[in-house]
């Protein structure tokens, strides 16, 4: 919902929170609209009227009155909320960014701890003792390195499930 | 030929038969015993298939995936000892175990050739098990008359113990997976379909047609929330990649009550986590503005929402239509409340607005109905009142990436359909509008039947099928799907998204859309109460999708049925990767009071009290 109200908290004279009722956002709308009615003996204040008026319709439900607070908030930061979300223009997907990987990469603690952490531990424990008996055994010898390499092949595959998924996913 | 040769003949042709059957499992046994690193590796390969319920193709892939190791290890060999010499090195590494016949020496020996012995084994292991279940299923193997019956139903449970430990691991089945795919849960068993751990669906078969049945407390709500998610994240995806239009997700509610919020409060959170920046719940959050609609599309809705009859009452649905026609095409544009509607249904009004002498017909139309106009009014404020203010707005469907449309089909059954109505049209007026922001609409309705009494279910479809909108459908049973069998058929079979079938009494016509497949079946000859060495092999048309299994299926488990094939699931609860989820919101602190206004003592205006008296009490 598109914020027309620069303030609409402030028109009413509310704080701004998500959280007011409706009976706290309409008896301040009365408030207002009963000092500042065009019709009153002193003609009013038109102005102020109107802005309370429209801060009233887009304030009148628990819904709206979290997405203003939502659009103030990001007003606050960057910029409006209501902005579309950038289009990236062609048919193709854009290159990844080189830092992609490295992203990646720095997200995988997070992963392993929000994951199965104990399973992964265990698993890599497996690995690492099997890598060792092998190069025990078969020192020096090339099924060595291609053993060590399996064992690192199982554990990633078998490991990626017990990972968290991305942010993204 | 004397009786003593005859016997002497048949026992001789015995003993070949058997010698020929001893000579043929020591050959195998001594191969066993020669390629014993492979042995082994077959041996626990075809028994964690066995164990896990893995269908061959999983065994395939892990053999598959075991020869990076041997590509690797024949690269150090080549790298080492160059000239294609590697190959003698498997042959010579066995031949020296032979000589060190302890633990060690073994293990050694099993070090050497485990970049070939692994691929090798697992290969022989696929074998091995897709024999044994050929053996089974066609009756040639097994030792008693029950034992294809008892292979089906073991390796059932093993599957779906698999599948559930899949569905329950926290990166197995994401909302998302990196292909762009919308992953369902842990495969228990294909029939037909290629068989995959996880259970991945396009994020178009989610954009087209797709329908979901299931009894109360099957899970259906997991399974329809996950592919809201699923297809919202994938969507939005594409969209931020330029490829394609932002989501919209509109979900019709159609029972309601307390279960509803809870549903609608568990999207919103699941769609926050995906991507969502605005999740609109109707009607408790947030309204919708049916006066948006043009003026012809109004006219229509208006006009179905009111339950006008047929035969002699066909009369009175003419006149009921022609005075909406004139309320809301009148020149000065349609109204745009329910309470400037309203105040059109009135003689004076009608005729005022179109007696500009432009509009002789039409004034004369005005007029003709003009003592149809109170009962018609009264009609229209009923209706419109029990409505509620929901559909009064302001607010369009583009102003939130998705709506949670709560229905009291339940409890309020007329209005729930005349508010399905108007969502559903809502919906199509936002797809077809040239004025906004094009969006990818997905329409979603929960337990439709609720409210399919005046649109029948099958419109929705062809209507969102016009109009490129995709419509997923749900109801608790084949005959919540539509009111005639034809229906029921037309809405199931024409689902180019699939059919998702979970704990339902009466699964037969579902599941028939997966047709059958031909099978074998071995009849034996008993000698005795034993199984004889004759017998014949003939073939047979068995469901693809078993009625029965389907109705045992326990909370949670799926079949999916598309394009005559069918895939049985475990399908995982939806959640949004917890690296994504924000931080939990500080505890909000009482709210104070508003500032109120220091009210002039002598006001001679009326009091906020009467301000309903000019505004009406739900004006702004």
Known sequence: ?169 | MSAWTWLKFVTFLWLLRKAFKLARWLIVAAAAVVAWPVTVVAGTGYAAAWLRGWPPARVYRAAAWALIVTAAWLAALEASDPGFLATREPGRAWGMGWDQFTVAGLARTFALLAPVAVPAGLALAGLIWAWRIYAITTGLGGVRASAPMAFDRRQWRRQIRTAKGLANAPGAVPLLARSGQIPVGGTIRAIGHRWRPVLALPAAACARHMVIVGATGSGKTNLMIRLWAGWFTATLQTARAGRGDRPLLVVLDCKGGRDARRKADRTRRLLYGAGARRVAIWPDEARLCLWDLPPDELTVLLYQMIDSGTGAAAYYADVLQAVIILAVTAPGGPPLSAAAFLDRLNARWLQKAWGDGRHLAEAEHARAAARHLPDIQLRYATLLRRLGPALDGPGTLAEADAWYCILEGTRERSVAEAQAMALTELAAHAATSLDGEPRAILLAADDYSAVSGRVPLSNLYERGRSLGIGVQVSAQSWQGLGATEDERYRIAATADGGVFVLRTPHPEPLTALAGKRRVLETAHRLIGGAWGDEGTTREQRAWTADPDLVRRLDVGQACYIHRGAATFVQVARPKPSPLSLPPPPAPIAPVPEPRSEPAPAPDPWPSPASLDDIFGPEAP
């Not at chain 1, 109200?5 to 709308?29: C, H, I, K, M, S």
């Not at chain 1, 908030?73 to 960014?97: H, N, R």
């Not at chain 1, 265990?122 to 053993?147: C, K, Q, Y």
């Open chain 1, 1 to 169: 919902m598109t914020t027309t109200t620069p303030n609409p908290f402030r028109a009413l004279g509310l704080p701004e929170r998500p959280d007011l009722t409706d009976e706290q956002v309409r008896a301040a709308w009365r408030n207002i609209a009963a000092a500042t009615h065009p019709d009153r003996p002193d003609g009013g204040d038109l102005a102020r009227y109107t802005a309370a008026s429209a801060a009233y319709a887009e304030l009148r439900t628990p819904w709206a009155r979290s997405e203003a607070y939502a659009d103030l908030a990001d007003q606050a930061d960057d910029g409006p909320a209501t902005a579309p979300i950038p289009v990236i223009s062609g048919e193709e997907l854009p290159p990844e960014p080189p830092w992609q990987l490295l992203r990646a990469l720095t997200q995988v603690p997070a992963r392993i701890c929000s994951g199965r952490p104990l399973r992964l531990a265990i698993r890599g424990l497996i690995a690492a003792v099997l890598a060792l008996i092998v190069l025990r055994l078969i020192p020096g010898t090339p099924a060595a390195p291609a053993d060590v390499f399996g064992l690192i092949l199982w554990f990633v595959l078998t490991g990626r499930k017990d990972l968290a998924p991305p942010p993204e996913r």
